[in-house]
Antibody
């Protein structure tokens, strides 16, 4: 069974940093593109970032480019999102998701990030 | 990277059908076959209902169907059931390794 479990969320001050993790199991992690998607409270889904299987290709939404970095450790079956220079508008639940056929076929339960002083 | 446009709400009675539109541009919805639809219930993670415009993952009822014409994709839920009440989002590949989601539609079963 495919499982994705996010962790690392919490309360952080504006300008601060946070590193989210997503532990994957039940599939060959290194064979899949992976994504981060976020959802601010009461709002819609927003695509954040994508990384290919070996970590050599990454892409970002304009809203996070230059501040967020997506990484993966295939030996540990873990996806990361390093978030720097955090802003109030980054407050959201962050989901990791697996991509298959251009769709997000498996999702974690999400981890909440709150940026506030 | 503008969000795809969906109607904020849609509704129907049990047994009826409801269709949700998802309008983008030739750079996203109109340009690629990678259009997908997601159901999200309150407090839960999204669940894929349709991928590659009109394909259903295993386990998704055939009451859910997808289509695309030009820059607009559509999700139709036939024979509405109370359990279909949820938020629905479309998503599309937008080229250059970028994806975009729709604004979301709340479906209410009357």
């Amino acid at each position: 069974e495919v499982q994705l479990v996010e962790s690392g969320g919490g309360l952080v001050q504006p300008g601060g940093s946070l590193r989210l993790s997503c532990a994957a199991s039940g599939f060959t992690f290194s064979s899949y593109w992976m994504h981060w998607v976020r959802q601010s409270p009461g709002k819609g889904l927003v695509w954040v970032s994508r990384i290919n299987g070996d970590g050599g290709s990454t892409s970002y939404a304009d809203s996070v480019k230059g501040r967020f970095t997506i990484l993966r450790d295939n030996a540990e079956n873990t996806l990361f999102l390093q978030m720097n220079s955090l802003r109030a508008e980054d407050t959201a639940a962050y989901y990791c998701a697996r991509e298959v056929n251009g769709a997000f076929d498996s999702w974690g339960q999400g981890t909440l990030v709150t940026v506030s002083s | 990277q503008s969000a795809l446009t969906q109607p904020p709400s849609a509704s129907g009675s049990p047994g009826q059908s409801v269709t949700i539109s998802c309008t983008g541009t030739s750079s996203d919805v109109g340009g690629y076959k990678y259009v997908s639809w997601y159901q999200q219930r309150p407090g839960k993670a999204p669940k894929v209902m349709i991928y590659e415009v009109n394909k259903r993952p295993s386990g998704v009822p055939d009451r859910f169907s997808g289509s695309k014409s030009g820059n607009t994709a559509s999700l139709t839920v036939s024979w509405l059931q109370a359990d279909d009440e949820a938020d629905y989002y479309c998503s599309s590949y937008a080229g250059s390794n970028i994806f975009v989601f729709g604004t979301g539609t709340k479906v209410t079963v009357l």
